[in-house]
């Protein structure tokens, strides 16, 4: 077990019998972490707490409380400070402890300890001594957002209750034109967690290459933030995921299976740090906001459609195309259906003397550039991105590039010669979104990362970015082509049935054209990466001039079902090819999701703290086929001890599985129980219920329900 699990904080007495009361309920909820528990001293820093000293002799005048965290702890590097009631202030050079008598008796004295909005969070040895009575406790220090002097402090409650304290939240997933969003369980304030996220500090590289060191830095959440986003992936330590995108998962989780950061959590910490498989962008976002948010560090996650990867820093994508109308396997660079990071908020005065950079920092555990020689992102400030500033810490230049890089298109001839048939300065950074404050609705933050696509300033600060990462030119803008083509859906695609879509061309010329159009669709991976080719055809077109003509087409579901899988994107592409000029090339591109049907979820008995209550999970095969390894997982804290899941089976057309759990809440306030169905056939179905959990003293509370 952990050095750090279980550590209690009840007085332990020496020979001359002191004992020392943490006030671990009242200090706990002043500090806002009774949520975590009430049996032992978590505090957050820049905030008072008192103790309750009582011995038969108290030497009121002369008594001493000293701190320290870490291995080799010392005063230069600010994890051992010493204070006394006869100064009022301690003796380290900073960090500095003061303490204060608030009101005394004889065998009796009440302090107000101050510890200072920069200590370095993390695990305390708290000795107090009086005279001949010592006593040593353990107490918890972490980052305090409702404190102004630190740096993490975040002036607006509903934001505090919203990126601090709330346990759930929502993960938006899908392509840009249909966005799909989950239910995901946070859960920091399970008692656990807590123990496992300083553990995780404690495993990281730095901390093991130099302790002492790593302890110090530990009061800058720049420093923490950066570390949590190297230890949430495991690609060159002993972190927490291991990534896996190449659709194979044997021995592990799907990635999509997982709704809860506290299941990954625990199953790291009980396996001694060795990492949980499967991980992917939006698990390890969500995982990561559980550690800062567990840590005191204000954290939201947010989602970028359209996201470049752009591999090689100049802040141009390329795209390929073979010239028979399918992307090839793999390119170096890529534009994903979405990419999920996390935002932490925090001061940045390490870059600038004003507060111009403060506020939401990119960060970014996904393993996917290694920086400094560890796969880390960040912290990068959102500003530094809307303002082209790529020459600011950290990683700026590889943000910027997910959001407003410019896209180029290529088709690569069967001798290997390359073509430019499209420059895209507008698709990619498309409705970057998070889940708003006090509400389940989604917020579209893409207006504090980029200005405006097509307008004159997001030009000039494109060029701005573009001068500051290569010190050359932006490129010019490339002409209208005079045949503009375009893929649209005609009607909700379903899956488990054919998509129907319809190809809308358009001609500016002043003649008519011959177009031979190649039509294909892709199985893809969210990433960008082509899984399987699934479908294609040829057809010639005769396109008038100054005219708009319409191309019905279909894409069977016999086609695409088999090999949908655990993808969820299909890109149907079309090139077209003018017969009289080969070198006129036009392209367009559709991503489609194909819509899953939906999973019930219900709940009956009334919502009080230890009172019983019933789940009930429901899904019913709509398809005239049997799906198989059918299974339901439901999740919670606060109302689940642990995971609940149904018997693997295969179920027949119409029939249904059904999930049916009974619970009692342990935890009061709003609370989220989140549902997962998969199969063979169809993957991350998820549904949520809503339930106000109300102390139980109260006999009245409210449901309410959302998918």
Known sequence: MSEYLRSKNSASQDQAAMNVDLQCVKNNTEHHTNEITEER???????AFSLILSAERLDHNDIEITAATGPGACEQKGTLSSCSTVTQRCSSIGKRWSVRVLNSSPSAVTLSVLCPSDACIGLYSLSVRSGSCSNVNTLTVLFNP???DDWVFLPSEAERQEFVMNEQGIVYKGVDEYITNIS?????????????????????PKCLKDAPEDYSARCNPIYVSRVVSAMINSDDDKGVLMGQWDGTFIGGTLPSNWSSSVDILRQWIKYDCHPVKFGQCWVFAAVMCTVLRCLGIPCRVVTNFESAHDTDHNLVVDEYFGDYGVRPKRNKDSVWNYHVWVEGWMKRPDL??????DGWQVLDPT????????YCCGPAPVKAVLEGHTDVKYEVPFVFGEVNADKITWLVMANGSKQKIL?????VGQKISTKAVGSDSRQDITDQYKHPEGS????????????RVTGLKESQTPLRPNIQMKVSLDGAPLNGGDISLKLLLKSDSSKAQLLTLKMSAQVMRYTGNPAADVWSHTADLQLQPNTEQTLPFTLPFTAYGPKLLDNNCIKVSVIGTDKSDPNAVYLAEKDVVPHSPTLSVTVSGTPLQDSEM?????????LPLPLRNCSIMLTGSGLLKQTEQSNTVELGPGKRITLRVTFKPYKVGPKKLVANFNSCTFKDIKASVDINVRPATLRLGFLSFSR
């Open 367 to 374: 393993p996917q550039e290694r920086n400094s020689g560890t």
């Open 456 to 467: 004159a300033k997001e030009r000039a600060v494109y060029s701005e970015a573009v001068k």
């Open 614 to 622: 019933t789940a009930e999970v429901i899904f019913l095969n709509p």
């Open 352 to 357: 600038s003397q004003d507060s111009f950079y």
């Open 184 to 204: 995901w369980d946070f859960g920091q304030f399970e008692e656990d967690i807590l123990d496992i996220c300083l553990k995780l500090l404690d495993v990281n």
């Open 146 to 148: 409702w404190c102004r």
């Open 423 to 427: 420059s895209d300065t507008k698709t």
């Open 41 to 47: 001293l978590i505090v957050r820093r820049g905030q």
